[in-house]
């Protein structure tokens, strides 16, 4: 099992821009995609970034791509999401999760998830 726990969410205005980390630990997770989701009030949870460990391939909801930005540091075994450009309808919680899967964008592909962190944008 891999334990996520993320930070970094926060208010921001139209525009600016937020970074999101993702601190994992636990069992070996290189090979492991590591996913960021999120969930609007009474809406799905909507795949955001993913990426593979091990190659730092990544991949993207249309909706975030060309201002969102997926990363990951090695050594600080952090995920991380860069957030540019926010609108107001990036306004939700944001989860990290880990899946063995590569390529899926569905949340139930995903068997480790940490709390979420809220990110707000007002215009």
């Known amino acids: 099992q891999v334990q996520l726990v993320e930070s970094g969410g926060g208010l921001v205005q139209t525009g600016g821009s937020l970074r999101l980390s993702c601190a994992a630990s636990g069992r070996t997770f290189s090979s492991y995609t590591m996913g960021w989701f999120r969930q609007a009030p009474g809406k799905d949870r909507e795949f955001v970034a993913a990426i593979r460990w091990s190659t730092s391939s990544t991949y993207y909801a249309d909706s975030v791509k060309g201002r969102f930005t997926i990363s990951r540091d090695n050594a600080k075994k952090t995920v991380y999401l860069q957030m540019n450009s926010l609108k107001a309808e990036d306004t939700a919680v944001y989860y990290c999760?880990?899946?063995?899967?590569?390529?899926?964008?569905?949340?139930?592909?995903?068997?480790?998830w940490g709390q979420g962190t809220q990110v707000t944008v007002s215009s």
């Open positions: 999760a880990a899946s063995s899967v590569y390529g899926t964008r569905h949340h139930g592909d995903f068997g480790s």
